[in-house]
């Protein structure tokens, strides 16, 4: 099946650790997205890559890290630099078409202890 | 920076009413989108819309993209249960970047 799989499905996070969420897909797209949802709030983005070794900060990439050594897999770092890291991180992908489709993972649950 | 402003924020209705969310923009759109996200899920794409004045139906949903290409409105004949959820549009106001509205969340009485 094609898609898009994000894992932990729940994350637990210590104060000052650095938590990496996990994000691949098979659908041969070259965007990915990283976004926030706060309980009750619209999508706000972190970070987004449209080819492989490249990417660029969002709207909220402060606290955060991002890599893109191959095209499915667009890891997300949570550092300790992010005080209020608790939230839903949903993971996207689309064609390098402007205005596509973006086709959504089933998201990560961070939760701070 | 550029936003799509996405009202009401919430709506709650009994089960057989109808139900509507608009998204305004202050530029010009290409193509609007809409997504639905139920409860404890992720968004799914709903529909696109690209052409002036377009009018786009999906059983009990209507889509409408304004002749301005400024705003667009979701219109949901009916309610159900399964209706239940929010509801976003997406815009690419940036290239490659789809800026989404706040989301209409809907909750159904049943």
């Known amino acids: 099946d094609g898609g898009i799989t994000q894992s932990p499905k729940y994350l637990f996070r210590k104060e000052g650790q650095n938590v990496t969420l996990s994000c691949e897909q098979n659908l041969n797209h070259d965007a990915m997205y990283w976004y926030r949802q706060d309980p009750g709030q619209g999508l706000r983005l972190i970070y987004y890559?449209?080819?492989?070794?490249?990417?660029q900060k969002g709207d909220i990439a402060e606290g955060y890290s991002v890599s893109r050594e191959k095209k499915e897999s667009f890891p997300l770092t949570v550092t300790s630099a992010q005080k209020n890291p608790t939230a839903f991180y949903l993971c996207?992908?689309?064609?390098?078409?402007?205005?596509?489709?973006?086709?959504f993972g089933p998201g990560t649950r961070l939760l701070v202890l | 920076g550029q936003q799509v402003m996405q009202i009401p924020q919430y709506q709650h209705v009994q089960e057989g009413e109808d139900f509507t969310t608009y998204c305004n923009s202050s530029?010009?759109?290409?193509?609007i989108q809409w997504y639905k996200q139920r409860p404890g899920g992720h968004p799914v794409f709903l529909i696109q819309l690209v052409k002036s004045g377009e009018v786009k139906k999906q059983k009990r949903l209507t889509f409408q993209f304004g002749e301005a290409k400024k705003n667009s409105s979701l219109h949901i004949t009916a309610t159900q249960t399964t209706d239940v959820g929010t509801y976003f549009c997406?815009?690419?106001?940036?290239?490659?970047?789809?800026?989404f509205g706040q989301g209409t969340r809907l909750t159904i009485n049943p």
């Open positions: 997406a815009a690419d106001l940036v290239a490659q970047k789809l800026v």
């Open positions: 996207a992908s689309s064609t390098r078409d402007r205005g596509e489709t973006q086709y």
């Open positions: 890559s449209q080819i492989v070794n490249d990417f």
């Open positions: 530029t010009t759109l290409s193509n």
